[in-house]
């Protein structure tokens, strides 16, 4: 028998119907890349990454 017995804690089955809110903040830029292209580069760098400045 593996993992938590819901009949044993009663507690699990509200903790199992919680449901969590996802936000999306308007900053988020999208990556897209080709497979086989540039698999060397630097995916994450930016020169106009001004993050921390």
Do not use: A, F, I, V
């Given at each position: 028998l593996h993992g938590p017995r819901a009949a044993d804690q009663?507690?699990?089955?509200?903790?199992?119907?919680?449901r969590k809110t996802v936000t999306w903040d308007e900053r988020c830029d999208v990556l897209e890349f080709d497979r086989?292209?540039?698999?060397d580069d630097e995916p994450f760098y930016s020169d106009e990454d001004d993050y921390g400045t």
């Open positions: 009663p507690s699990l089955d509200r903790k199992r119907q919680r086989e292209e540039g698999e």
